[in-house]
């Protein structure tokens, strides 16, 4: 018999929910058959806890006196993104102290942030009229923040292929120190505790859906950056209150030779709606396999050296052309078991319902490489100015520019500009007296004065007030 998720929540808020962590329920599946399981069994949990490079924070650090619009950002000497609003910034867990290099990173900013600690923050900008200020350095806290978003473009890969070093000397990568002579593997994933693994199909996981997020309650915002659900490469991109989380499930972390990265543990809930998804859920490592990668070739397709179940790598041995090679975990797999029974506590507990999914992820995805074409112009390439404009008046209209924000209305005092009542902006430029108080009033750029300096046709150069169409 089917199961909605109001269904389940009903029961959540009652105290009757059964919940199981994804680790049991093969064994349930094989015990009952999958239409028992899924009468017998409500929820699944599910947990990851890797490293997941993609991630970091958008922080809101409110408004200084005198204020500035922060062009550059630093916090603890990690270079933050502020080409957004003045106070805002993306601290992105993998960028490297300027002077620390990648012993000290993003992630270690946001670790320390939850733990309390201080942070030094510093900022330039060019100032402006209404950002006066040009340098700030002062110090703050996480909860001295306005707003700390936990924001990862890519996370929880379904599964991960395992590497190999076939070449001569030791290597230093995202994937661990790889011995020379295929001395080792390194694997990542949480294997059937996995929470893409639990639901390959994306049926129950999709944009909205409720999780556990570095300790705290986060949400599934959309697919993730490289989802390639096709080749059980699916990713998930997540967002969460940084405020709410725990260092235990947020932790900095360094690859020698290779960079930072950041720890992110996991957790999302699959309902057992159906018997197809309880048949899903019952996955095994045994039934999860990972090609293995040779990184000593510096190339993006690297050739692959051979293949291995979870189960196997799990064992602490891998098989590479005959030969048993030791098989060593990224991923913790004690502490994804301790983010999916922690969850699992959550929903028995009545702290944790479950979410319908507001949209499906795709599908289909893609995980493409680059094509390196350099451009012809050189560097970089420039907005086209475009064609000058014909103008039979002292300022230059361009239609094709204009999205209608009627900035201009305001400002001229001979009516050139006027609006219709759908809020369509246009121009007469044969109103223009010359005045130049539109010059740079326009963000698009359709409105300019011209530069040759030409005489208005107006005879009477009469000066008007701006004029609304009805």
């Given amino acids: 018999m089917p199961k909605s998720i109001d269904e389940i929540n009903r029961r959540i808020e009652d105290g009757t929910v059964r919940v199981v962590t994804a680790d049991r329920m093969p064994e349930i599946v094989e015990e009952l058959g999958a239409e028992r399981a899924a009468e017998q069994v409500d929820v699944v949990t599910t947990g990851t806890f890797g490293a997941m490079c993609s991630s970091g924070a958008w922080l809101n650090f409110g408004h200084s006196d005198p204020p500035i619009k922060m062009t550059r950002v630093w916090l603890n000497d990690v270079e933050a993104y502020a080409g957004v609003a003045a106070v805002d910034a993306y601290l992105g867990a993998t960028q490297a102290s300027e002077t620390l290099g990648m012993e000290y990173a993003g ?200 293949r291995c179940s979870y189960e196997q790598l799990k064992s602490g041995k891998a098989l590479i052309g005959g030969r048993e090679v030791p098989a060593s975990p990224l991923a913790s797999f004690h502490m994804a078991g301790r983010v999916a029974r922690i969850l699992k506590e959550w929903i028995e507990r009545g702290l944790f319902f479950l979410s319908a999914p507001a949209a499906k992820l795709p599908a289909r995805g893609a995980a493409g490489p680059l094509t390196v074409t350099p451009p012809p112009t050189g560097l970089f390439y420039r907005r086209s100015a475009g064609a000058p404009a014909a103008s039979d008046g002292r300022i230059i209209w361009r239609e094709e520019l204009c999205f209608s924000c009627g900035q201009c209305l305001g400002i001229c005092p001979a009516g050139v500009f006027r609006r219709d009542a759908g809020w369509r902006v246009a121009a007469d430029a044969q109103k223009c007296t010359g005045c130049r108080l539109c010059d740079g009033v326009c963000p698009a750029g359709a409105v300019s004065p011209r530069a040759d300096g030409a005489v208005s046709p107006r005879a009477d150069g009469a000066v008007s007030g701006g004029s609304d169409e009805h």
């Fill in 107 to 306: 992630a270690h900013v946001i670790e320390d942030l939850l733990r309390g600690k201080p942070v030094a923050l510093r900022a330039v900008s060019r100032g402006s009229d209404c950002y006066p200020r040009k340098e700030l350095l002062t110090e703050v806290t996480l909860a001295g923040l306005n707003q700390a978003v936990l924001s990862n473009p890519r996370n929880a890969y379904q599964r991960y292929n395992a590497a190999a070093n076939s070449g001569e000397r030791t290597l230093h990568t995202y994937m661990g120190k790889l011995l020379p002579r295929c001395g080792n593997v390194t694997f990542s994933g949480a294997g059937e505790l996995s929470p893409l693994m639990n639901d390959p199909g994306l049926e129950t996981i999709g944009v909205g859906t409720r999780i556990f997020l570095g300790g705290g309650i986060g949400y599934v915002t959309g697919a993730g950056t490289q989802h390639h659900p096709e080749k059980q490469f699916a990713t998930l991109m997540l967002q969460g209150d940084l405020k709410q989380m725990s260092p235990d499930f947020l932790r900095a972390a360094v690859f020698a030779g290779y960079g930072a990265s950041l720890y992110v543990g996991i957790g999302v809930p699959i309902p057992m709606l159906h018997a197809g998804i309880a048949r899903q859920a019952a996955i095994r490592d045994r039934d999860i396999e990972a090609d293995v990668i040779d990184y000593s070739v510096p190339a993006n397709r690297r050739p692959v050296l051979g």
